[in-house]
């Protein structure tokens, strides 16, 4: 087995896409090994490798690690993404579990039954321009500096960067009246590891297309 941390999922973004942002923007090479089928997740499930029955699951340090958040918390802190002290790391977390109420909205909108996706389309852009971008329009004017908290990169930034350009996929024009948050991914995107992945060809994965949502619902469902 190599030193690299290897990530069980489907080849999609789902859960595991923040997951893939934070390794790729610690400069972490990792593997994958993607369900193709049910039988796939199944085997995971019988021999034990899921603490709860689900994925993502992350194979890191001799560790197979399940649960978004505990696996995010894991990877900040090894690789100096989750701040300098207590009170720095109290801040990442507050704005990351917001951030990760509008993933939740962003994320689920593919599977929206069609009588249902309008309405959760107009919800998700309202959320997203009236509570969530105008928030961290002001965490980074009232904080002055180039990153979220302190003066250096962690996770909030990196997956503030991943929100922001999700919900320009769905609404091209979604930071036009916030400038700071512009100039934030501008600066984000040309951190090297992270141009990296931004580049064609690199782990990060596409929006969800009608092939790869029936696919995962028949792993899944």
Request: glycine fraction near 4%; hydrophobic fraction near 40%; charge should be neutral.
């Amino acid at each position: 087995m190599s030193g690299k941390p290897r990530l069980h999922y489907f080849n999609g973004r789902g859960r595991m896409e923040s997951i893939r942002w934070l390794l790729a923007a610690a400069g972490v090479e990792f593997e994958e090994s993607y369900l193709e089928k049910k039988e796939d997740l199944t085997k995971l499930q019988k021999d034990g490798s899921l603490l709860f029955q689900q994925v993502p699951m992350v194979e890191i340090d001799g560790m197979k690690l399940v649960q978004t958040r505990a696996i995010c918390n894991y990877i900040a802190t090894k690789y100096s993404l989750y701040g300098k002290d207590l009170k720095e790391r109290a801040l990442i977390d507050m704005y990351v579990e917001g951030m990760f109420d509008l993933n939740e909205l962003l994320m689920t909108y593919e599977i929206q039954p069609a009588e249902k996706k309008e309405q959760h389309f107009a919800n998700m852009m309202d959320k997203a321009e009236n509570r969530y971008f105008p928030v961290f329009e002001k965490v980074l004017k009232d904080h002055g500096k180039d990153f979220l908290v302190g003066n250096q990169l962690s996770r909030a930034d990196v997956q503030l960067l991943e929100i922001l350009l999700m919900a320009e996929e769905f609404k091209p024009d979604i930071l036009a009246k916030f400038p700071l948050l512009q100039s934030f991914k501008a600066r984000l995107s040309n951190i090297p590891t992270i141009k990296k992945f931004l580049q064609p060809g690199s782990q990060r994965k596409p929006p969800s297309d009608e092939d790869i949502i029936d696919k995962t619902m028949k792993i899944f469902y």
